[in-house]
């Protein structure tokens, strides 16, 4: 796929969730069915979930498979945002962070004690790593997985909905992006290719 095309997928329903969650009033103003789903933060969870299932469905159409994370992660904001909307109660899709990065913590971590790098099945075609490697590179994401569910229930228990939007859009993304770079040590010492470029 192309890449940017994948980013927009992966990252436009956040947009929209974000966009519509500031603008709420005024699409409620411009589609008169909205403001029966109540607040911004409703309508946002609606949009979202409508987003989200547009992402995959064209994901699917395109590539014929779809990655476990964005398939896992739109299942849970599927399920999280429907007991949003039918118990009017924003909880649940704040909650949704939370559940899902503990999933994956728990899932990296749990594999690890059954001697498995389950990351490795994730990105073994983007990265070659030994198999030391991929174990560090299993522990360290399987952390950070809970680092993230534990900031979310900070931030949302803290802060206003329209802070934890904003956070959950525009914060999260750059913290992975620099968990990410700081990995790239780790990946370097243990990647196959440079071994083998050593070697030869």
Same mark, same amino acid.
């Given at each position: 796929?192309?890449?940017?095309?994948?980013?927009?997928?992966?990252?436009?329903?956040?947009?929209?969730?974000?966009?519509?969650?500031?603008?709420?009033?005024?699409?409620?103003?411009?589609?008169?069915?909205?403001?029966?789903?109540?607040?911004?933060?409703f309508?946002?969870?609606?949009?979202?979930?409508?987003?989200?299932?547009? @992402?995959?469905?064209?994901?699917?159409?395109?590539?014929? +498979?779809?990655?476990?994370?964005?398939?896992?992660?739109?299942?849970?904001?599927?399920?999280?945002?429907?007991?949003?909307?039918?118990? +009017?109660?924003d909880?649940?899709?704040?909650?949704?962070?939370?559940?899902?990065?503990?999933?994956?913590?728990?899932?990296?971590?749990?594999?690890?004690?059954?001697?498995? @790098?389950?990351?490795?099945?994730?990105?073994?075609?983007?990265?070659r790593?030994?198999?030391?490697?991929?174990?560090?590179?299993?522990?360290?994401?399987?952390?950070?997985?809970?680092?993230?569910?534990?900031?979310?229930?900070?931030?949302?228990?803290?802060? @206003?909905?329209?802070?934890?939007?904003?956070f959950?859009?525009?914060?999260?993304?750059?913290?992975?992006?620099?968990?990410?770079?700081?990995?790239?040590?780790?990946?370097?010492? +243990?990647?196959?290719?440079?071994?083998?470029?050593?070697? @030869?």
């Amino acid at each position: 796929m192309n890449p940017l095309l994948k980013l927009v997928l992966e990252l436009g329903p956040l947009g929209v969730f974000f966009f519509a969650n500031a603008r709420g009033a005024q699409l409620a103003e411009l589609f008169p069915a909205l403001a029966a789903l109540g607040g911004p933060i409703f309508i946002a969870t609606a949009a979202f979930m409508v987003a989200i299932a547009i @992402s995959l469905v064209v994901s699917y159409a395109l590539t014929r +498979h779809l990655p476990i994370m964005p398939l896992v992660t739109g299942i849970v904001v599927l399920v999280f945002g429907a007991l949003t909307l039918y118990l +009017h109660d924003d909880l649940f899709i704040k909650l949704k962070p939370t559940i899902v990065n503990l999933l994956f913590g728990t899932v990296l971590l749990g594999g690890l004690a059954f001697g498995r @790098s389950f990351l490795g099945y994730v990105f073994d075609s983007v990265f070659r790593l030994d198999a030391e490697g991929w174990r560090k590179l299993t522990f360290r994401w399987g952390l950070f997985f809970y680092f993230l569910a534990i900031l979310n229930e900070i931030v949302w228990r803290s802060f @206003s909905t329209d802070f934890w939007v904003t956070f959950k859009v525009f914060g999260i993304m750059p913290i992975t992006f620099v968990f990410t770079l700081s990995q790239l040590p780790l990946i370097n010492r +243990h990647s196959l290719a440079a071994k083998e470029e050593k070697d @030869s």
